[in-house]
């Protein structure tokens, strides 16, 4: 599974999916930008887009929730220990109100991994955040820690993005 993103102006994102109605597509807003995720075992439809693997997942994306994107750039040697890492993480996640959908996507063009999640709400986010659920995932851990004293996998500091499936209008 593959998983594309790519940016835009709302009107062009929307006008984008609606001419290819038979993929699937979520459209997304945040950030003072849209964005258009393309899931699929295929090639994209996008031009130039942001190209991933999917190596671990659990539920189904929804278009109608609360992403967020933890972005982590990971050196070459690092890899294996960040995949080895998220790939094994902890189920409970799966239980937790509110929770969707979970994605670590590999990139296939540059450093940055994603580790994505879909909630109902923010709230529900936010819940999990401050549970112990969240203290004793992986996604909780600085990631000084995560990589050990003597391992540098990290290439840059990492970094959150949030993005909401649903338009004004839907709020």
Do not use: C
């Amino acid at each position: 599974m593959y998983m594309y993103l790519t940016t835009g102006t709302r009107d062009f994102m929307e006008k984008l999916q609606k001419r290819h109605v038979n993929e699937k597509m979520i459209l997304m807003h945040g950030g003072g930008q849209s964005l258009l995720l393309h899931e699929t075992d295929g090639k994209s439809v996008f031009q130039s887009p942001r190209r991933y693997e999917v190596i671990s997942s659990a539920g189904s994306l929804k278009e109608d929730g609360y992403f967020v994107y933890n972005n982590v750039p990971v050196t070459d040697e690092g890899r294996p220990v960040f995949e080895h890492r998220f790939s094994s993480r902890d189920d409970r996640i799966e239980s937790q109100k509110g929770f969707i959908a979970y994605r670590l996507l590999r990139p296939l063009d540059s450093d940055t991994y994603i580790v994505m999640t879909e909630w109902e709400e923010a709230v529900d986010y936010d819940r999990w955040k401050h549970s112990q659920v969240f203290k004793s995932s992986p996604l909780s851990v600085d990631m000084k820690e995560f990589a050990g004293n003597t391992t540098h996998i990290f290439s840059s500091a990492s970094y959150i993005t949030t993005y909401t499936a649903k338009t004004d209008d839907e709020e």
